[in-house]
């Protein structure tokens, strides 16, 4: 089976998902509702991997981390360490630029609760790992959360087992591209202190090092 770079705006591969997404279209008739695609470019050396869309964030707004809690931590710190420019105001035409950076979802599409099914996540990551695939100056990836890391590990054939997650590690997945770890930018998170600014903003900086010295 050929795999598109991008699943079709009106995907089926996943029923759940679909009827998810027709339910919210019907509740947020002007919203997006298809899958996310990512943002950036594809020439970028660093990309941003996520878990799947927000139902009240991406899922409306068409744009990766846009709408919701979990875009600010994310884009004030990119904007800080140079990864993008500009002012996030949670909509995709705020003017945003990123720089050197994308963004993706392992999973394109909402899923209830914020919880993808593993055959959902299995069924979406062809897509996933033909993006890293058409990424030609790809050195970093940032996985954004357990499942993200779990997937990414899929996509180079590593068994989960292999490499726990742990915030903050680097390793180095090839010659070509490290891979590093931060629990997840939600508000969840932000909120019960197990992500604070600091610690991602460690992270983020440890990048913009490594990138400046590769």
Not at 20 to 48: C, M, S, T
């Amino acid at each position: 089976m050929t795999i598109n770079l991008q699943p079709d705006v009106n995907c089926s591969l996943c029923p759940r998902l679909v009827e998810y997404r027709e339910n919210n279209k019907q509740l947020y008739p002007i919203g997006w509702n298809a899958p996310v695609p990512p943002w950036g470019d594809q020439h970028a050396e660093f990309l941003i991997v996520g878990l799947a869309p927000g139902v009240k964030g991406a899922n409306l707004t068409g744009r990766p981390f846009t709408g919701d809690y979990a875009g600010i931590l994310l884009y004030n710190t990119l904007i800080k360490y140079n990864f993008a420019t500009g002012t996030y105001n949670a909509d995709p035409n705020d003017g945003l630029t990123l720089k050197n950076c994308r963004i993706i979802n392992a999973v394109r599409c909402v899923p209830p609760e914020n919880k993808p099914t593993s055959l959902e996540e299995k069924t979406c990551r062809p897509f996933l790992l033909k993006e890293i695939q058409n990424m030609p100056k790809l050195k970093i990836i940032l996985t954004l959360g357990v499942i993200a890391h779990k997937n990414i590990l899929a996509c180079f054939g590593r068994p989960v087992t292999s490499i726990p997650f742990k915030h903050g590690q680097f390793f180095q997945n090839n010659e070509k591209i490290t891979i590093v770890n931060s629990y997840h930018v939600s508000r969840y998170n932000t909120s019960t202190g197990k992500l604070t600014t600091v610690m991602f903003e460690d992270v983020v900086f440890s990048i913009q090092k490594y990138l400046k010295s590769t």
